[in-house]
Structures are given as structure tokens and as C-alpha cells.
């Protein structure tokens, strides 16, 4: 199959990227790269540089390229950029998203898969609790307020102009490529200011000096394999849990990284922050795969890490 992926060049766009091209499909790439990284598109696959809000040129390159499937990882993914300016949000989020439907609309696709948010849409869950694809979301923040949107406008598409689709609504999804340098992508920020023996900040879940947000890990390659699932076949239903179930605090995540890097850091506790969930952990759906144990994931993203701070020391 011909398989376009906005954000391609992104963290986990990148990543389905590879598995498609792994299995034999033909991919092509759009980013404007305000986040992703040029040399993340794989060599094979073909690459436009554009915006998604950029309307005309997304139309143009789905009439001209003509993909069978469309898988939708672009956003604008930050919490807390997302409560410091929802139209920038929205925008992305929610125009840039119509943009794409609309030209895969135009195109044909046979199926548009969209990556949304389980981390954020539900709300907070309850102590004890997994939110399942009955629980009903509760954004708190302008970002899961835009996701969900976007799903709602997925299911007026289909009823409307028969467009088919997957939602994959994700867990907190870490692994090699994330960036360190962002508002998000809490496993990458902290690897990386251990690795430079700096310390690093615990935002409380309720009250300064407690062990931080609960979360569930969910590993890049397994987020990209349900992609590939989601894009190529009919086991994954309409809406699926990209998840583990499986909750950790924020300084039950810096433990389990100190075990690591073999190394302890020193642990700053701040407030909540504006936006954030204090608790999410999702029932995973099961068509979605088996899911990579926390411990290991870190391992592999401790070891990208590692070689990327060797590859940077010796550039001349």
C-alpha cells in the first residue's frame, strides 16, 4: 500500500514510518519539521515539507501522491503549550486536522488513522481504576479538548463522506527519538539531564512533596506496531487503548531510571502544573499487541541516549 504520515519526521511518526517500510509498503512523509527532525525520515521513503495548516499544498500532495492510507501523527502535543495559547492549539490541532481529512476525503483513502490521546481525554481516573473505551473523556486541558474534536470529526466524516478510520488514543508514549528539549516527553527530559548529572523536577499529582503525576508507559515500537495494525488490517476496532495499564508515579519512573544509569540524581519537588491529569492509566485494548515492560523500554531508550550523547561529543 502507498501509507502517508504527517509528522513523519517526528518522534513516533518516525517510527511508524520504519515499520511500514519494514513491511513492505510505500511511505511518504509530511512535516514542516518545527519538531521533527530531517534526518528521522527514513531514505526510502519520500518526503514534503509542509504544514498541515498549509491547506493547498497538503490538497496538492494527496492528489499528486495519491496514498491508500493516511496515518495522522501531526499535532501540536504539549499540555502546557496548549494552556499557555489554545488557538495555536487549535489551530494545529484542530484546522490543520481538517485540512488532511479533507484531502484524504478528496483522495480516496481507503482508511485514515488518527493518533489521539488516551493520556489526557479521559480525565482523571480514579485510584484503583483503568479508563476503558466506555469511560467517558474529560478534558482538562485545551490539547485533550482538541483530540477529542478531531475524533468527533472523524465519526461525522465517516457517517457523512463514508471515510473509514482508526482512533488510537495513546498512553504516554517514550522511547529513542524523543526530544529532550521539549515541554513533553517527561522519560526523554529526565534521561537526558541525568546522563549530564544535572537534577531533575517532580511536579506533584495533589500536594508539593508527593511522588508526582501517575502514568502509563506505553513504548514507541509498540505504539508504531498497533499503528501498522491500525493502518493495514481489520483486528483493531474503530477506537483502541494504546496502553499497558499499568500506572508510575513520576518518582517511581526516576527510581526505576536511576536503577538504570546506575547512578542516583538529585530530585526537586515542585507544584502541579496548570493542565496537567494527576492520574491516568488506560485498559489496553487487546487486538492492539503485547506491550514492551517498562524496565526494558528504558533500557533501549537509555542506550539511544547514551550513543546520541557519543555520536554529538565527537563532531568536530
Not at 177 to 190: H, L, M, S, W
Request: glycine share 8%; hydrophobic share 40%.
Amino acid at each position: 500500500m502507498r501509507i502517508l504520515i504527517t509528522g513523519g519526521a517526528g518522534f513516533i511518526g518516525s517510527h511508524v514510518a520504519d515499520f511500514a517500510l519494514g513491511a513492505g509498503h510505500e511511505v511518504a512523509v509530511v512535516d514542516n519539521l518545527s519538531a521533527g527532525k530531517r534526518e528521522n525520515v527514513p531514505g526510502q521513503a519520500t518526503f514534503f515539507q509542509t504544514d498541515v495548516r498549509r491547506r493547498d499544498e497538503i490538497m496538492k500532495i494527496f492528489r499528486e501522491w495519491r496514498p491508500d492510507v493516511v496515518s495522522h501523527q501531526a499535532a501540536q502535543a504539549s499540555v502546557s503549550v496548549s494552556v499557555r495559547d489554545p488557538l495555536l492549539d487549535a489551530d494545529i490541532n484542530i484546522v490543520g486536522s481538517l485540512n488532511v481529512m479533507d484531502a484524504a476525503r478528496a483522495a480516496k483513502v481507503r482508511r485514515f488513522v488518527f493518533a489521539s490521546t488516551g493520556g489526557a481525554i479521559y480525565g482523571d481516573v480514579p485510584e484503583g481504576r483503568r479508563a476503558d473505551l466506555s469511560w467517558r473523556p474529560d478534558p482538562l486541558s485545551p490539547y485533550a479538548c482538541s483530540k477529542l474534536a478531531v475524533e468527533r470529526y472523524l465519526i461525522l466524516h465517516r457517517s457523512l463522506y463514508d471515510l473509514d478510520y482508526r482512533i488510537l488514543r495513546y498512553a504516554n508514549v517514550y522511547g529513542p527519538r524523543q526530544d529532550p528539549y521539549g515541554e513533553a516527553g517527561v522519560v526523554a527530559i529526565f534521561l537526558d539531564r541525568m546522563l549530564a548529572g544535572r537534577c531533575v523536577q517532580v511536579n506533584a499529582m495533589a500536594r508539593e512533596g508527593d511522588d508526582g503525576c501517575v502514568r502509563d508507559y506505553v513504548y514507541v515500537e509498540d505504539v508504531a506496531r498497533a499503528n501498522l495494525a491500525a493502518m493495514t488490517g481489520d483486528s483493531m476496532p474503530p477506537t483502541a487503548n494504546i496502553a499497558t495499564g499499568i500506572g508510575t508515579t513520576t518518582l517511581q519512573l526516576v527510581r526505576q531510571l536511576e536503577v538504570a544509569i546506575e547512578r542516583k540524581v538529585e530530585v526537586r519537588h515542585a507544584p502541579p502544573r496548570a493542565g496537567d491529569v494527576a492520574r491516568s492509566v488506560l485498559a489496553p485494548t487487546e487486538s492492539a499487541g503485547p506491550s514492551t515492560t517498562l524496565s526494558a523500554g528504558l533500557a533501549e531508550t537509555l542506550r539511544w541516549f547514551r550513543k546520541r550523547r557519543e555520536t554529538a561529543s565527537i563532531r568536530p
